[in-house]
DNA sequence: CTCTCGATTAGCT
DNA sequence: GCTAATCGAGAGA
């Protein structure tokens, strides 16, 4: 199974929503410390453009965490969140505009030995079904903040999947009630596969 | 310095 | 359906 590695303009795409289609049915691939696994991207969340109230760089805000969403596209942001949970986003656009997806759901087809390791006591059905759920899969951590995902560590690939655009659902965000209207914004994709490859 | 709350999950009722 | 767990970022004093 050749996988095409995305390339730099892969990732300039400088519209937060069009870029978190486009992920799905791309494969996440991580080496890590303890073993290499990947899985199919099939849920994401769209985030960016200074107005977004859900975004963390909402208002162009730029602090030593939220840095890495000015960067080019291409690289990864991954944060820590409620006291315990890492979450893996792909920065995208521009330089200077902050944007990113988030992935909340991977489908793993490689390394299941590995992750039926490390998410040890948990259905296979719900090994990444969540975005703190894919770190903890695919050995996610604060290491790979920051990492440029052209390398060689953490990257994305596409194997020709596609994805029928009758198989895609948009429902708001989840998690953003805070961010007033921008909560209800349609940005977030699920892909609801019937059979997915592997 | 202190306080609040979060782009969540797992486990139990 | 409800909520404890758990801690750093960000904001305000």
Redesign the pocket.
Known sequence: MAGKKLTREDYADPRPTRAARFFLGKILCVQAPDGYAEGIITET?A??GTKDA??????N?R????EI?FAPGGVA?V???????R?F?IVTGPLDVPQ???V??VHITAGHDLVRKR?A??GEK?WA????????ALGITMEHNRHDLLGETIWIEDRGIAVPSREVQRTP???????GLWALKPWRFVWKSKKFPL
Do not use: K
Not at 79 to 85: T, V
Not at 129 to 136: E, I, Y
Not at 173 to 179: E, H, P, Q, S, T
């Open positions: 969340e985030y960016g859900a975004s963390h760089a909402f208002g805000r602090t030593a965490r939220t969403m942001y944060y820590f969140c409620y006291g315990m949970h979450l986003n990113a997806v988030l909340r759901a998410r006591g948990i719900d079904s969540g975005p703190g759920r894919v770190c903890a965000r989840i998690g953003v009630d805070y961010a």
